[in-house]
C-alpha cells in the first residue's frame, strides 16, 4: 500500500494549543460527545484518524481519538469520552473538560487517511474505538467513495451503541454497517448479530476483496481481531492501527 495514503508518512509535528469546551452531552449511559473549540485561529491541520491528548492536572496527557473529519479553517472538533464512575481517573477527566479550559497536543498518530486509495475499505471499532472510524468514515464519504466502505461497531450490549442513527445515516451514503453486540442478555430484545467482533468479519470475508483495513479498540481487541484476520489469510501489511505504536508486542 501507499504510504501516502494511509498517512504514515506523516511529518506534522505536534504543537500545543488552549481550548475552550463549548458542549458536553451524554450520549447513552456513560459516553460524552464533547465539543471543543481552538481559541485562536484554526485548530492545526490534521489528517482524518489522528488523535489529541488533553493535559491533565499532573501534566501527563490523555489520548482522544478526534471524532470530526479534517476540514479547512476548522474551528471546533468532537471527542468521544467514557465515563467509568469506578475509576477516579475518569473523574478527574470530566472534572477537566468542565473546567472548560483545557490544553490540547495535536496531531498525533500514523493510522489515518489522506487520500483516498482505490480499494474497499474495512472499518472495525470496538466501544469508542467508533470516534476514529467516524473522523475516517466522514471523510472518505466527501470524496464520493467509487469502492465499498464496510464498517463494523461492536458493543457489549445494545445500549452502547451511543449514537446508533449515524451509521444508518451512512448506509443512506452506500456504506455497510454492521452493528455487532457481544453479550446479549435474555430480557434484552436484539435481533442483530452476536458474538466477537473478527467473527462477524470473518463471516463475511469473501465480500471485502483487497480492503485495507482500519482497527480501533483496546490493545487486546486489536491483536485479538488481527491475529484472526492473519490467520484467516487476510495480509497482515494491510491492516492498521494505533495500537501497534503505543502498545508493540
Known amino acids: 500500500m501507499d504510504n501516502a495514503v494511509n498517512g ?5 509535528k ?8 463549548d458542549d458536553m452531552q ?6 460524552y460527545r464533547i465539543q471543543i473549540c481552538c481559541n485562536e485561529g484554526s485548530v492545526p491541520a490534521y489528517k482524518a484518524g489522528q488523535y489529541l491528548e488533553v493535559m491533565l492536572p499532573d501534566g501527563s496527557g490523555c489520548a482522544f481519538s478526534i471524532a470530526s473529519a479534517p476540514e479547512t479553517g476548522q474551528k471546533m472538533l468532537e471527542l468521544h469520552v467514557q ?9 478527574t477527566l ?44 466522514e471523510f472518505r464519504l466527501r470524496q464520493e467513495p467509487v469502492h465499498p466502505v464496510h464498517v463494523y461497531w461492536g458493543t457489549r450490549s445494545p ?3 451511543y449514537c446508533p442513527n449515524l451509521p444508518v445515516q451512512w448506509v443512506n451514503q452506500g456504506v455497510y454497517y454492521h452493528p455487532v453486540v457481544s453479550h446479549v442478555e435474555d430480557d434484552v430484545q436484539w435481533s442483530g448479530r452476536h458474538g466477537f467482533l473478527y467473527e462477524a468479519v470473518l463471516s463475511d470475508r ?6 485495507d483495513i482500519y482497527i480501533s479498540g483496546s490493545p487486546a481487541m486489536v491483536y485479538k481481531t488481527t491475529d484472526a484476520l492473519v490467520n484467516a489469510g487476510f495480509s497482515e501489511s494491510a491492516i492498521y492501527s494505533d495500537v501497534f505504536d503505543y502498545a508493540p508486542r
Open 8 to 12: 504514515r508518512n506523516d511529518n506534522r
Open 14 to 21: 505536534p504543537v500545543t494549543i488552549a481550548c475552550t469546551v
Open 26 to 31: 451524554l450520549l447513552g449511559s456513560s459516553v
Open 83 to 91: 465515563y467509568l464512575p469506578d475509576r477516579p481517573s475518569s473523574q
Open 94 to 137: 470530566l472534572d477537566v473538560f468542565r473546567h472548560k479550559n483545557i490544553t490540547v497536543t495535536m496531531p498525533k498518530g500514523r493510522c489515518c487517511l489522506d487520500k483516498v486509495p482505490h480499494k474497499p475499505l474495512l472499518f472495525i471499532a470496538a466501544g469508542t474505538g467508533f470516534a476514529q472510524i467516524k473522523s475516517m468514515v
Open 159 to 161: 445500549a452502547d451503541f
Open 206 to 211: 469473501d465480500r471485502f476483496g483487497d480492503a
